[in-house]
């Protein structure tokens, strides 16, 4: 089954036929089959399923931390399937923005320190480190937050140092799984306007993995998976 | 510098892990220095050896003398500049515990062929006068504050009595290499007690010294005064100096052996602990990790992360441990094990040997765990829960 975008500009993310499967002993046991998708530019999807339904995997081929047993993964133009490790891992540098449900933060270094962390893999200086980290942070309304450490901030606040960490480096793409998972009610709001924003106001494409419907809502587009297959595509 | 940083801070997140493996570290690092030491201070005495200074002995065994006319012929022997006698005295000062080497010597020409014992001239020529003079090294006076004049009492036990000997010099040593916990008297005092309490027992010494005009000659001197003796009623054995010491050596072999083997179990089970506790730490962050991979950071730098961060917490660990092993490596040479040796100081080598340590700790510890953490797939790593 297929869900595409239906516009007539070149889809950024181009699915076909991806089938996914892990091996358990001597069996193999598929995960997604033939997956066919098209995420356009400045979209904001939400997959949407059941544990099990392969969404989270889903996410991680199209943020190039796994690779598909079968299919095309065009992003871009460019098929991420044929990339070695070392060419994915700059690919993702570049190009991918993550955004997890348990913020992922390093323990020991403060938001700034965290935001600047992707930024290494740049070859800005320091100074312009400093004034993009300083910008971004801004932007996600933690500017007086900076020098705090992760156990010093609050899960929404946390979060947020994540989407600004995801964001610093202007990437193509922003993945989110279950980015409100671990939030309550009030944060949860605000890290959905934040990703609204971001997509209605700086264009950013996003494509985030929920359980939560309230969440699903903040996006353009909803798509649900069942069993590893893709059954509607709602724009 | 980021990245030091990273390290620095990781070590110190579970203080107490860490402060833990690292008093392991300090006194593993300590205690194999001092074993180093102590294998050090076992070779002290042939390493400040003289490369012309010859031995010759009764060739059976050091136990047996020989006849003190040897002396005259041994001087006819091409090559040699000059003979001295020494004798082992073995007596005890007050109680058996306080142990030192005493020797008869004969003291018109002993000092001659010790230039590394620095005698002031007037002190020397007091004891060549008094018969019953003693020279004593400087750290033996110091130990048991001994003075010029001072009357010192030694029970023999090789050869019976109570002697009186007056202390006319104290010398010091050339450098750390030098002996300077040894007691010298008259040889014509013990021989010529002998000669009245025991007469089958006079005329007789335990070892000549020998100073070979050129240094590059003492194996043919050595052939030539065993020569001189063979077929005698004590045939003699002659060798270097150093041959001479490492001899003494040689018969504790087995000890400076095991010695040695401990040092190194030592570090190895340090290693263990290390590995273990680079092993845990590495599991716990496995989702950091992971993360750091998704953010686009590349295997080498996450093994770098693990490999800097064991090496950066030996390096502590070490550093305190060698700033240590001084002020326990000088406290022990003061303590009554300790002034049994000759010299008991910290060489560059130990020190050396211990960064080397630190060095093999840090990389073997976290080789595995940097290796795993490196190849984790992001997915997994992602999933774990540290």
């Known amino acids: 089954m297929s869900a595409t975008a239906g516009k007539t500009e070149k889809p950024l993310v181009e699915i076909l036929h991806l089938v996914k499967s892990y091996t358990r002993g001597d069996q193999d046991v598929p995960v997604l089959q033939d997956i066919s998708l098209n ?96 910008l971004t942070l801004s932007l996600v309304g933690l500017s007086d937050r900076m020098e705090h450490y992760p156990n010093e901030l609050s899960g929404g606040q946390q979060q947020r140092v994540a989407i600004a960490r995801a964001i610093v480096t202007d990437p193509t793409i922003l993945v989110c799984d279950e980015p409100t998972g671990d939030l309550d009610k009030q944060s949860a709001t605000d890290v959905l306007a934040m ?16 359980h939560d419907a309230h969440a699903a809502e903040a996006a353009k587009r909803m798509v649900h998976l069942e069993k590893g297959e893709l059954i509607d595509g709602d724009s | ?62 136990v047996f003398s020989m006849p003190i006319y040897y002396r005259e012929r041994i001087k006819t022997v091409d090559g040699v500049k000059a003979v001295s006698i020494s004798n082992w005295f073995g007596g005890i000062y007050k109680e058996p515990q306080n142990f030192f080497a005493q020797f008869a010597v004969d003291h018109e020409n002993f000092f001659d062929l010790y ?94 010294i020998v100073d070979a005009s050129d240094a590059s000659r003492t194996a043919d001197i050595s052939r030539g005064v065993d020569a001189e003796f063979k077929n005698s009623l004590a045939e ?25 083997i401990v040092s190194f179990v030592v570090i190895i089970i340090i290693m263990a602990v290390v590995a273990n506790t680079m092993a845990m730490t590495a599991r716990e962050r496995l989702s950091e990790y992971a993360t750091l991979k998704a953010l686009g950071f590349s295997p080498a730098f996450v093994a770098a992360l693990i490999f800097g961060e064991a090496l950066m917490m030996c390096s502590i660990g070490v550093g305190i441990g060698i700033l240590l092993t001084f002020p326990i490596a000088a406290g022990f040479a003061n303590s009554p094990a300790g002034v049994a040796f000759a010299a008991f100081k910290v060489s560059q080598t130990t020190i050396l040997l211990q960064l080397g340590c630190a060095l093999v700790v840090g990389v073997v510890a976290s080789l595995v765990p940097s290796v795993r953490s490196a190849n984790v797939k992001i997915v997994d790593g992602l999933r774990h829960i540290g």
């Open chain 1, 39 to 134: 995420v356009a530019r400045g979209d904001f999807i939400a997959l949407m399923g059941p544990s099990g339904s392969g969404k989270s995997t889903l996410l991680n081929l199209i943020a190039g931390i796994d690779k598909p047993t079968g299919g095309t993964l065009l992003i871009d133009g460019e098929d991420i399937t044929q990339l070695s490790e070392g060419e994915l891992a700059d690919w993702r540098a570049s190009n991918i923005g993550f955004i997890f449900q348990f913020y992922n933060l390093m323990p020991v270094l403060n938001a700034f320190e965290n935001v600047e962390l992707p930024l290494l893999l740049t070859n800005l200086s320091k100074a312009e480190r400093r004034e993009r980290v300083e």
């Open chain 1, 195 to 210: 990703l609204k924003k971001l997509n209605s106001e700086m264009g950013k494409t996003i494509i985030m993995v929920t």
């Open chain 2, 1 to 62: 510098m980021y990245f030091l940083k990273l390290v620095f801070k990781n070590i110190f997140r579970a203080k107490l892990r860490t402060a833990l493996t690292m008093i392991g570290l300090v006194i593993a690092i300590v205690a194999f220095g001092l074993l180093q030491t102590v294998v050090d201070a076992w070779y002290a005495g042939s390493n400040g050896a003289s490369a012309s200074r010859m031995v010759t002995r009764n060739a059976i065994s050091l």
């Open chain 2, 115 to 208: 230039p590394e014992f620095l005698i002031p001239p007037e002190q020397l020529l007091a004891f060549k006068r008094d018969r019953q003079g003693a020279m004593v090294g400087r750290k033996l006076a110091d130990q048991y504050g001994w003075k010029i004049g001072d009357t010192i009492p030694i029970r023999g036990t090789i050869y019976p009595g109570t002697w009186q000997f007056t202390v006319r010099g104290i010398y010091d040593g050339k450098d750390d290499t030098t002996v300077v916990r040894q007691f010298y008297f008259h040889y014509d005092y013990l021989n010529e007690e002998m000669k009245r309490k025991s007469p089958r027992r006079a005329d007789q010494v335990g070892i000549f």
């Open chain 2, 236 to 260: 003699t054995l002659t060798e270097t100096e150093k041959a001479f010491q490492l001899g003494f050596v040689a018969q504790s072999e087995s000890i400076v052996v095991a010695i040695r």
